[in-house]
Each structure stands twice: as C-alpha cells, then as structure tokens.
C-alpha cells in the first residue's frame, strides 16, 4: 500500500468523524430506528422501544420472515405503517450498506441503532464508517444478552470491509484473512483514531 493510498485513507479517516459530529449537531434527536437482524430478543425489544417513540419509523434489516415480525410488532400495537422490512443484508457490515441510501433519501441523519449488547462494539464501528460516510449519525441501544464480546479481528475485518465499501462501493465479503492481516498493519491504528475522534466530538453532544 503506497504513501497516497495511505494518505487518502488517513484524510477519509479524518474527515468521517467532522461529518458525524455536523449530523449530530443539526439533528440532537434521532429521527428513526433501525435494529439489526440477528435473533427474537432485538425484535421484541425493538417493539417495547417504539411504544416510548411513537413518532420514529423502524427499520429491521434482515431479521425474523414478515409474518413473524410483523405479528410481533402487532402485538405491541406498533402500526405496521411504521414498520420497514428489508432482506437485503446478508451480514452487519450488508445491513448498513443496503440502508443507508434509503436513509439519506428520506433527509434522515440521526438514527437509534438497535442490536445484541456483545454486538455493538462491531455494528458501532462499521456505523462510523458507512454512516458517517455519508453523514448519518446514530445513537446506539444495546439489547441485552448473555453471549461474550466479540474479538478485535472480526471488529477489524469488518471495518476495512466498511472502508473499503467506501472507496470502491464493494462490502469484500470475501476478502481473505491474509489480505485482512496485511491491511490491518496500516488501517488498525487509522481506525482508532477515527473512533477516538468520533468518541470525543459525538458523544459530549448528547
């Protein structure tokens, strides 16, 4: 990886957390909600947390078949209008992907993200990155659980998956552990300093 790569990607870096920070300001109060797919327990909870913001839409990214999600939000006399499926995602760093351009067409800039507690560390830094990149920012909600925290290598490979989704438009879904471990070299401590950055300039804001 050549000096101006590294320097595009420091500059990209840099300028995410700036982005995060204006959405944050313009918009103080999240605008909707999106939970990510991945068990029962987020939808539920999900359906609990719309009672307490009647006025927020939800989306759920490839989560329970319809019969059941919508049963579950009918059941929390949620109304089904307020409730967005998608499928298209096959994976966390696909459930930003696919969304964030149905986000930015709607001028929303400020989202709830809802998932598992052990999985927000990982959803949070592919937001910062997909989101941030095009200026949405988001409020994370942990849903509790009982599973153990996720390692730094799935965190980091699905950050340079979210980078590299940045630049070329493509998620690397298949990228190889090699290539993975190569990058991680120069793009591990960019990323922290991204999620430093994000840390000290977002949260004091809310």
């Not at 839409?57 to 999600?69: A, Y």
């Not at 696909?94 to 351009?101: D, E, I, K, Q, Y």
Request: proline share 7%; with cysteine.
């Amino acid at each position: 990886m050549g000096w101006v790569s590294v320097t595009l990607i420091l500059l990209l870096i840099g300028i995410i957390p700036l982005r995060l920070a204006i959405a944050q300001y313009q918009s103080p109060h999240p605008q909707a909600i999106l939970t990510l797919g991945g068990g029962r327990d987020r939808e539920k909870f999900t359906a609990q947390f719309a009672q307490t913001h009647p006025s927020l839409d939800i989306w759920v990214s490839s989560g329970s078949p319809p019969d059941v999600l919508y049963a579950i939000f009918q059941n929390a006399n949620i109304p089904i209008q307020r409730v967005h499926l998608d499928y298209r995602a096959v994976d966390t760093v696909t459930n930003f992907t696919s969304l964030v351009a149905d986000f930015k067409r709607r001028n929303i800039q400020h989202i709830y993200l809802i998932t598992s507690d052990y999985h927000i560390p990982r959803a949070k830094a592919i937001a910062i990155l997909v989101l941030g990149s095009q200026s949405i920012t988001f409020t994370p909600v942990a849903v509790p659980s009982n599973q153990p925290p996720e390692s730094w290598l799935r965190i980091l490979r699905d950050s340079i998956r979210a980078l590299l989704w940045i630049i070329t438009g493509h998620t690397g879904a298949r990228l190889k552990p090699q290539l993975i471990s190569h990058l991680s070299f120069v793009i591990r401590p960019l990323l922290f300093l991204s999620y430093i950055i994000y840390e000290n300039l977002c949260e004091p804001l809310r």
